[in-house]
């Protein structure tokens, strides 16, 4: 399986997985200062489960993100 992930039209990450597993793609908001402003960024992650003894743990670069910016994830 694969996602792709696109930000404002532009190619973020194309995560793959094959056989058994999760793929996921994460829209994080915090204010963990308590500004009032809050970071926002994605994270592309997954888990590979192929292994019955051992899960594989997945991840692409994390990605600030802005007001307004267009999220889209696509199945390819």
Not at 56 to 61: A, E, I, Q, T
């Amino acid at each position: 399986m694969r996602i792709k992930v696109s930000i404002n039209g532009a190619k973020q990450a194309i995560a793959q997985l094959t056989g058994k597993g999760h793929l996921g793609t994460h829209i994080n908001l915090d204010d963990k200062k308590g500004t009032g402003i809050p970071k926002m960024d994605m994270l592309t992650s997954g888990w590979d489960t192929n292994d019955s003894t051992v899960t594989k743990y997945l991840d692409w670069p994390r990605k600030e993100l802005s007001i307004g910016d267009q999220i889209l994830t696509k199945d390819i």
